[in-house]
């Protein structure tokens, strides 16, 4: 017979907040959950289908400004000649 685990378990094994496990449950992402009255029960293999399911994504690369081309000397020249006609 599998064994079925209360929500504060469930919060207590994975470390994760109640809130994070009913948005898990509403979207479907742990399987066999059974609700009795206004409680929840999780069963083993819905943890461990949970925890195979997820995956490390790789992280989005940070934003790096890209870098102008600096004027180089002749066009500083040029640009404060324009300026003084």
């Known amino acids: 017979m599998e064994q079925y685990y209360t929500l504060q378990e469930v919060m207590a094994r994975l ?3 109640r809130d994070t496990i ?3 449950i509403r979207k479907g992402k742990i399987p066999g959950t ?5 409680v929840f029960r999780i069963p083993e293999s819905g ?3 949970f ?3 997820q995956t ?3 992280r989005k690369p940070f934003y790096v400004p890209r870098q102008r ?3 180089t000397a002749r066009r500083r020249a ?3 000649q324009v300026g003084r006609r």
């Open 56 to 58: 490390v994504q790789p």
């Open 22 to 24: 009913m948005g898990l």
């Open 78 to 80: 040029r640009r404060t």
């Open 15 to 17: 470390n994760i907040s």
């Open 69 to 71: 081309n600096r004027p």
């Open 47 to 49: 943890i461990q289908r």
């Open 51 to 53: 925890l195979e399911a």
């Open 34 to 38: 059974i609700k009795l009255s206004n």
